[in-house]
């Protein structure tokens, strides 16, 4: 359901929740660790969803067996330089990845601010090698409480200039955004776009603060926005976009199933919606199946797709000369 006429892009893909099964393998072998005992099929089903969980929480818990084999810096930069391949394989033109370097960090206590610098020369070296244009977005992983979102930041700041925007992500009803208000003060300071996880596992307050308090021009998921008509009013006025995910949506039971998925709502209230992965390889999809779940289970028909598909670009942080440059491409072979 691809459109080959428009440029791919893909605006919500973990870079930590992508890290394949034969590389945590190959990582666990090379780090001398216990999941090496394992054979693939049995770290596939340690470390991907099976049909769906309970919720969001037991869903991340699926994102921990990745990141358990990152004992050097190198292996970052491997699982960032990998994460390109991936987008060139699956027929990216441009991807935005996103990480929390403390979850990279936290097994293997490595240095924050080296990570940031491990991930930002993986996907710089690996943008070069495939040809994917690629930016990062820094993620404050708010289940480890305000303290250590600070620490996390400072050392995503020190790499400021490599890195687009900040989110915050993880145990959303737990940590809601009011705690992290000084935080994005910080990154808008800095520059960085401002995208937030929000209406995924709390409701449409949780949007609202992160649109009025942390000043996000994009939402990850927002799939609570469907319950609230002057919220959904008002993100179709100002732009700002939701990146659905939507089989991610179902595996972490924040639909119940993929024909009540809100994104055909957003879609005819004129809101900028665009479709994404999430984590691809915990939950086990490509970006061209998440085009055939909205083709075939939400109800969009190819036109409409086409226009979610030129919306990734719209709402893509890249400035309006790199946005005509992704166009270009598809423009001069018609
Ligand atoms: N929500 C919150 N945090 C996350 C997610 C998600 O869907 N995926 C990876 N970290
Ligand atoms: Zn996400």
Redesign the pocket.
């Known amino acids: 359901m691809i459109d080959s006429n428009v440029p791919l892009v893909d605006l919500h893909r ?1 870079l ?2 992508n890290i394949l099964p034969p590389t945590i393998l190959k990582l666990a072998h090379k780090n001398n660790l216990p999941l090496a005992k394992h054979t693939l099929h049995e770290i596939e089903k340690l470390s991907q969803i099976q049909d769906k969980t309970s919720d ?1 929480l037991k ?2 818990e699926k ?1 921990d067996v990745g990141v358990s084999v990152l004992a050097t810096e190198q292996d970052c930069f491997e699982v960032a330089y990998e994460n390109i391949r991936d987008a060139k394989e699956s027929g990216l033109d441009y991807v935005e990845l996103r990480f ?1 370097p403390y979850y990279m960090a936290l097994a293997h206590q490595l240095d924050l601010g080296a990570v940031v610098e491990a991930i930002a020369a993986g996907v710089e070296s690996g943008s070069q090698a495939f040809g994917v244009k690629a930016n990062l977005i820094g ?1 404050l992983s708010r289940t480890f409480g305000q303290k250590t979102c600070m620490q996390e930041l400072d050392a995503l700041l020190l790499s400021k200039d490599k890195i687009q925007a900040l989110d915050l ?2 145990d ?1 009803l737990g940590y809601p955004a009011p705690q992290f208000k000084e935080h994005f003060i910080k990154a808008r300071d800095a520059g960085w776009q401002i995208t937030v ?1 929000a209406g ?2 709390d409701g449409p307050k949780s949007i609202w603060n992160a649109i009025e308090l942390l000043g996000a021009t994009r939402i ?2 927002g799939v609570a926005a469907a319950q609230d008509d002057k919220l959904m009013d008002y993100m179709a006025k100002h732009a700002i976009a939701i990146e659905s ?1 939507p089989t ?1 949506n179902y595996q ?1 039971g924040t639909v119940a199933d993929l024909s009540s998925h809100p994104m055909k709502t957003f879609f005819e209230r004129n809101l900028l919606v665009t479709l994404n992965t ?2 691809p390889a915990v939950s086990n999809i490509k970006l061209s199946d998440e085009y055939d779940v909205a083709y075939h289970q939400l109800g969009f028909t190819r036109e409409q797709l086409s226009i979610i598909q030129s919306n990734g670009v719209l709402a893509a942080f890249l400035t309006k000369q790199e946005k005509d440059d992704l166009w270009a491409k598809y423009t001069q072979d018609t």
Do not use: K, P, V, W
Request: aromatic residues 4%; proline residues 0%.
């Open positions: 973990h930590d929740g969001l869903f991340l994102l929390s993620i992500a993880g959303e996880h995924e596992a990850g998921h995910c991610s972490t999430d984590d």
